[in-house]
């Protein structure tokens, strides 16, 4: 399939890969992380701040601009709360409770049809709309993904497949021609309770969202009124382990107002270097992360130095790695820090949908998040996932179930770093680990992708988040691991 997996790791790719500068690391990083950045939040003022320092190291490393001599892909997010009195969701002319909203003003009439979990995944044999028409109508369906938490499922066993995700099963239903989603709550789901601090600020959606299907959540209490005994059918539907959709007997009025919808600019960071191979240099190996973190709440600020200024710093010193080899790569590399990512991938998501026009086809992704602290249980795993009492060598490999020639070549890059590799959330449901990043829209697209993770820990997503704690140590050896996988993949 890939000729280029096959390669062994140069003396040249060893020797660059000993040259990473921890004091560079630690310097960007001090300034990502410092109060000024106000925590690069989408739609803050830090966040402009950010993109803009990390376009002039792009440039002062020597790689290519993206977008017309600019560093920066733009793209407009879109904040547009429901005005709760206006919006309805009625079910017989009775109004049942939601959660959700739409960044433009809806109205739509229809039947229901039941359609099991919403997932057309011929790969599983499994096709909820497989027998009914949906087109004209309003779908109800569960979340997630059928016998989520067995090892024998058809899907992934314990692991996620990209169908559990909300964006796909919305996708998918738009692509059968439904008007609206409505997602039952899942009453035996593995999954961990929510995030304790949710604090992600205004961004909600991108501006021209190519999904426009509206997408809500009934609650429990009134999901019972459109589904009888829908506990019992989720359980029935997953012991047959066959789709059970069918038309409901009754109709519904969705009527969604946004208030005054606000948009405002954010941006991807990007740079490259071009391939020497004239056959190869429209394919290039992308090395991701993202650069935003949380809005600043009240007097207290959220520096984000593990999630995500680490994979940041890391994605910038391989850009002047790459930049400083003297060994032409045959394909091309790109050095991407995507906006919005806490706000649900969108800057990753954009730039699937509308790559720079000059850039060259992405062929594989190795993404960079969370990677520079020791994972250690938090209230969101303990009890769900397994982790070693030592972490100091660990780092997760997640997205290798679905692309196992792009995970050999992490696993022979790293014969030279010694980290112990671990792929336990690719056989884990609880954490929805494999839909949390920005290698996702990659992999959705069909893009070998990978996301190198250090794991959770203990202030994930709290002011308690800062550089002081970093393993700088495993800083050093992820990104002579991303280098050397990248180069590999490069030549």
């Not at 630690?26 to 701040?49: I, V």
């Not at 996620?160 to 692509?175: C, G, I, P, V, W």
Request: proline share 6%.
């Amino acid at each position: 399939m890939w000729a280029f997996l096959t390669a062994t790791f140069s003396l040249a790719a060893l020797a660059s890969a000993q040259t990473v500068r921890v004091d560079r690391l630690k310097a960007d990083l001090t300034f990502l992380t410092s109060r000024e950045m106000k925590g690069r939040a989408a739609l803050e003022n830090g966040t402009a701040l950010a993109a803009r320092f990390l376009a002039a190291e792009l440039a002062k490393a020597g790689v290519k601009p993206c977008c017309d001599g600019s560093y920066l892909q733009e793209f407009e997010l879109t904040s547009a709360p429901l005005d709760t009195e206006q919006s309805v969701v009625e079910w017989q002319g009775e109004k049942i409770g939601f959660t959700g909203g739409h960044p433009r003003p809806i109205e739509i009439r229809g039947p229901v049809v039941f359609a099991g979990y919403g997932v057309t995944a011929p790969e599983h044999n499994w096709d909820d709309y497989a027998d009914i028409d949906v087109k004209g109508k309003v779908v109800l369906i569960f979340e997630r993904e059928p016998r989520e938490s067995d090892e024998k499922s058809v899907f992934l066993g314990r692991g996620l497949t990209k169908h559990a995700a909300a964006r796909s099963k919305r996708l998918n239903a738009q692509e059968h021609g439904a008007l609206a989603v409505l997602v039952l709550p899942n009453g035996r789901s593995a999954a961990a309770p929510a995030d304790p601090n949710p604090n992600r600020g205004g961004a909600r959606t991108l501006y021209d969202e190519a999904i426009r299907t509206p997408m809500l959540t009934l609650r429990k209490e009134t999901a019972v009124k459109m589904l009888p005994e829908f506990g019992k059918i989720q359980e029935a539907l997953d012991e047959s382990g066959k789709p059970a959709s069918r038309a409901l007997d009754g109709s519904v009025r969705i009527k969604l107002v946004p208030r005054r919808a606000e948009t405002a600019r954010c941006w991807n960071v990007l740079g490259w270097i071009e391939g020497s191979d004239p056959k190869l240099r429209r394919e290039a190996v992308l090395i991701g992360s993202h650069y935003d973190h949380l809005p600043n709440k009240g007097e207290y600020v959220y520096p984000g130095a593990n999630d995500n200024g680490s994979g940041t710093v890391v994605v910038v010193e391989l850009a002047r790695i790459f930049a400083a080899g003297k060994k032409k790569l045959r394909r091309s590399v790109i050095f991407a820090s995507f906006g919005a990512e806490e706000n649900g991938l969108l800057g990753s998501y954009y730039y699937v949908a509308k790559p720079p026009p000059g850039l060259p086809k992405v062929t594989a992704v190795i993404n960079l998040d969370m990677v520079g602290r020791d994972e250690a249980h938090t209230s969101q795993t303990e009890g769900r996932v397994p982790v070693p009492a030592e972490t100091l060598r660990l780092m997760n490999v997640i997205g290798g179930a679905y692309f196992p020639e792009l995970a050999r070549v992490i696993e022979r890059a790293n014969r030279a770093i010694g980290f112990d590799l671990d792929s336990k959330y690719d056989r884990d449901s609880s954490q929805s680990a494999l839909w949390r990043c920005d290698h996702f829209p990659f992999l959705i697209a069909g893009i070998p992708a990978v996301w190198l993770f250090g794991g959770w820990h203990p202030g994930y997503h709290e002011p308690s988040d800062t550089a002081d704690k970093i393993n700088w140590d495993k800083m050093e050896r992820v990104t002579r691991l991303a280098y050397l996988a990248a180069e590999e993949l490069a030549r």
